[in-house]
């Protein structure tokens, strides 16, 4: 019998069974994080869905028996908190175990900005994950700055959808000049799997955005969160690209150009928009692309 080469790690750290909401992109993304990062690792949890998977109604995310260790932080504290976690592991002789700060948007992209902005700026080496479900999911999806325009939320509802448009958090963690920052979907393994291994590589701030859809809150089908993300790839809506040092760009996927009705369809958050808002959309998602194509052509002396 011959056995099939994998091109992936087999090593699996997610068990079953899992409190998440059937079709949750948050268990996927956890799994091929964990894939490439192993077990020598720390996660920092703010409030969010992802403590209430991984430790309800018991800790599922473990090695050989062994539980993968999780500090509960506070909303606004994370980055502080896995900083300093991190500079205790220095001062014990530990340089192998990577600290990862795990958050939603809400405790990346508003409550905990600030203390997110200061470790990027002091370089803290840990790994930052956002995982961006666009709206504070865990209490009842609530509107953030990461929900996009024209979608309705429990705080934005109908006939007042949120009338601006996504906080652009990959630009602002940019323009900090950290080592790296990439966007990753779970519609893409074999790119989610090799940015998580090039940020492990890495020394310094690390930010890696992940989308991860919530059929409950976007209001699609649970077997339809993979199309959903690759949707959102082929749209230019959540591009797949790479930052190194805050200047070099490097696109990861060129899709042809696929309207925004596509991934706007599916989704109930934006059963209401009219033809003009898709348009409004749309003119933003191409304004944004080309911004983007243009900052990854530049040619660096």
């Keep these: 019998m011959i056995e099939m080469q994998s091109k992936y790690p087999r090593s699996e750290y997610m068990e079953a069974p899992r409190s998440a909401c059937p079709g949750c992109a948050l268990p996927l993304a956890l799994r091929y994080f964990l894939k490439v990062m192993g077990e ?30 999780i500090m509960l932080a506070l909303f606004g504290s994370t980055a502080a908190l896995a900083g300093g976690f991190k500079t205790g592991l220095i001062e014990r002789g530990d340089t192998e175990t990577e600290v990862v700060a795990w958050a939603g948007d809400g405790a990346t992209l508003d409550i905990g900005l600030g203390p997110v902005s200061a470790a990027a700026e002091r370089n803290e080496d840990i790994i930052y994950v956002c995982c961006d479900n666009e709206a504070y999911m865990n209490t009842g999806n609530q509107r953030s700055s990461a929900t996009p325009l024209w979608a309705a939320t429990t705080t934005n509802p109908l006939p007042m959808p949120k009338g601006q448009w996504k906080k652009d958090i990959m630009s602002i963690m ?95 958050r934006y059963a209401h928009l009219t033809s003009k808002q898709i348009t409004e959309i749309q003119e933003k998602v191409d304004q944004r692309w080309k911004w983007l194509k243009w900052l990854a052509d530049y040619k660096h002396e």
């Design 174 to 268: 940019a323009g900090h000049g950290i080592p790296y920052a990439a966007t990753l979907t779970i519609a893409y393994p074999e790119d989610f799997m090799k940015k998580v291994q090039t940020a492990k590589n890495m020394r310094g701030f690390r930010f890696l955005y992940i989308l991860t859809p919530c059929p409950t809150g976007w209001r699609f089908r649970a077997e339809e969160t993979v199309k959903i993300s690759r949707l959102s790839v082929e749209t230019n809506i959540f591009p797949l690209f790479e930052v190194r040092n805050g200047t070099h760009f490097v696109i990861n996927e060129e899709p042809d150009r696929t309207p925004i009705e596509k991934y706007t369809a599916i989704q109930g």
């Design 40 to 69: 020598k690792v720390v996660f920092i949890l703010p409030p969010g869905c992802s403590p209430v998977i991984v430790n309800v109604p018991r800790r599922v995310i473990r090695h050989e028996g062994q539980l993968i260790r």
